[in-house]
């Protein structure tokens, strides 16, 4: 079955760095895009980077984007997010979600989801 | 940037009643519409994609409609598991945009 770990997460001080981990199985990792969302305390869902299948194409939120990098390794079936730069408002839950399309550009929604690795950016 | 909007914020609904749930997007998504479900200290659960589709699992309860701009999901007959938020998600362009949520809550 398809499982999504994501790991990494803790308590760090703003303008520090983070690298969260998000360890796929269940299915062929390399042929589906991947995604990070996150969730603050008591808020909704934020949308905050997409990787294509094979890594090509990259977009961010705009909250995100500048400070944050999504990559991928294929072969060890992993995703991650290096957050750069951390502010209190990246305060959140993250959850990696796998593309339900394969194949897709990234333009896609998400069958899966991890359980989640939470970051406190808070000095 | 495609902004979705969700209505009402929160729905008092009793169990077995039918609740209504909203979404607008800003500009056309086309079908391009998912929804997902969240409980308190889960992680969200894809019901519907492409507007309509019921995703594997997923109970004949739950329905979406709509195309363009304007969206609904409808729990036929609420279950005590149901009362959760929702969640609607545009994926028509890259940055998948979702709605604020509607919390389905017990009358």
């Known amino acids: 079955q398809v499982q999504l770990v994501e790991s990494g997460g803790g308590v760090v001080q703003p303008g520090r760095s983070l690298r969260l981990s998000c360890a796929a199985s269940?299915?062929?990792?390399?042929?589906?895009?991947m995604h990070w969302v996150r969730q603050a305390p008591g808020k909704g869902l934020e949308w905050v980077a997409v990787?294509?299948?094979?890594?090509?194409?990259?977009y961010y939120a705009d909250s995100v984007k500048g400070r944050f990098t999504i990559s991928r390794d294929n072969f060890k079936n992993t995703l991650y997010l290096q957050m750069n730069s951390l502010r209190a408002e990246d305060t959140a839950v993250y959850y990696c979600?796998?593309?339900?399309?394969?194949?897709?550009?990234?333009?896609?929604?998400?069958?899966?989801w991890g359980q989640g690795t939470l970051v406190t950016v808070s000095s | 940037e495609i902004v979705m909007t969700q209505s009402p914020a929160t729905l008092s609904v009793s169990p077995g009643e039918r609740a209504t749930l909203s979404c607008r997007a800003s500009q056309s998504v086309s079908s391009n519409l998912a929804w997902y479900q969240q409980k308190p200290g889960q992680a969200p659960r894809l019901l519907i994609y492409?507007?309509?589709t019921r995703a594997t699992g997923i109970p004949a309860r739950f329905s979406g409609s709509g195309s363009g701009t304007e969206f609904t999901l409808t729990i036929s007959s609420l279950q005590s598991e149901d009362f959760a938020v929702y969640y609607c998600q545009q994926y028509s362009n890259w940055k998948g945009a979702f709605g604020q949520g509607t919390k389905v809550e017990i009358k």
């Open positions: 492409g507007a309509s």
């Open positions: 979600a796998k593309g339900r399309v394969r194949y897709s550009d990234g333009r896609d929604y998400f069958d899966y």
């Open positions: 990787i294509s299948y094979d890594g090509s194409n990259k």
């Open positions: 269940g299915f062929t990792f390399s042929t589906y895009g």
